[in-house]
């Protein structure tokens, strides 16, 4: 194995994402260069960790925002339920009203049937 | 109240247990949304979008994992809209493989052994990278995020979430520890 195919293995080991395997392990074991490399990838990911941690403070006014946004979606929402259930119970009322002309229309014609 | 009693509400509609979680994590969230996005402005449109879509999507959050996890992903996803909607940004017109030139190629943070150093270096170098290459190596090697969830809300498959985090690490290294005439010549 040459160091060029180390080189280009090792961004996918370092993490553990890959298994190195038995032939790279022992280039590295080897060789000052990759081992220099393997070392300069810890530290950036060491270094990556490190920035997790760091606060970037937002400017003022971003949470007032955020919060205005989401209550005004909250409304919508409300007026949109509101609207839904007025549907419905209109929809309710005008399939009982159906219901109860189609029942009237039946007794009618049975009553008609019976005089007959 | 703990996070989980305070998401639970908020699925129930707790407006208040919503707010609740808004003011625990927006902070953190800003700061995925800035290193995703590179600028403060994109960085709050995309905080805001996150968060309208977490509070209507929050009867599908299924507790699995955590709050903080879920947040990351959908802010991840509204990101690579935000940047796929043409969004200018002054690095995108770099393509994946231009090759970034060092302004203190003689410098050598290892030996210096600074890590405040290298960590400023390293911040300067990811908001150079690239915002395709810079989102996954941010998603996965400093938010944890596993490379499926990343290639989710990215919209690409895993394969390639894989590549241009490989490529991304490739850039940083090249970056942060240039290769001195001797070590090229040997490469060669």
């Known amino acids: 194995m040459q160091c060029d195919d180390v080189a280009r293995a090792l961004p996918e080991i370092i993490d553990g994402g890959a298994t190195a395997d038995l032939a790279l392990r022992r280039h590295v074991d080897q060789c000052l260069r990759c081992q220099a490399e393997l070392a300069q990838y810890r530290k950036i990911l060491r270094a990556m960790h490190q920035l997790r941690t760091e606060v970037l403070e937002p400017a003022p006014g971003l949470l007032a925002d955020i919060l205005a946004k989401v209550e005004e979606a909250g409304e919508r929402r409300a007026v949109r339920s509101l609207l839904t259930k007025r549907r419905m119970a209109y929809a309710g009322a005008i399939a009982a009203t159906a219901a109860a002309g189609a029942a009237g229309a039946v007794v009618y014609g049975r009553r008609r049937l019976r005089t007959a | ?188």
């Not at chain 2, 043409?86 to 190629?105: F, V, Y």
């Not at chain 2, 003689?106 to 395709?132: F, I, K, Q, W």
């Not at chain 2, 969830?149 to 498959?157: F, K, V």
Request: proline share 4%; aromatic share 6%; glycine share 4%.
């Open chain 2, 1 to 188: 109240m703990e996070q989980a009693e305070l998401v639970a509400a908020a699925a129930a509609g707790d407006s208040r247990a919503f707010e609740e979680l808004v003011r625990q994590t927006y902070t953190d969230v800003y700061g995925l949304a800035y290193r995703l996005t590179g600028n403060e402005e994109d960085a709050r449109d995309v905080v805001q979008e996150a968060y309208l879509r977490a509070y209507k999507g929050l009867n599908r959050f299924r507790g699995d994992a955590q709050f903080s996890t879920w947040l990351y992903r959908i802010t991840a996803n509204c990101a690579s809209t935000a940047l796929t909607r043409g969004k200018k940004h002054r690095h995108e017109e770099l393509g994946e493989d231009t090759p970034l030139a060092d302004a203190r190629p003689d410098y050598d943070p290892e030996a210096a052994g600074d890590a405040e150093l290298l960590r400023t270096r390293l911040n300067a170098a990811l908001e150079e990278l690239p915002p395709r290459l810079r989102a996954v190596v941010v998603l996965r090697d400093m938010y944890d995020l596993p490379h499926q969830a990343i290639a989710d809300e990215l919209g690409i498959s895993e394969a390639a979430a894989k590549v241009r985090l490989h490529r991304a690490r490739r850039r940083l290294r090249e970056r942060l520890f240039p290769k001195s005439d001797e070590e090229t010549a040997h490469a060669v």
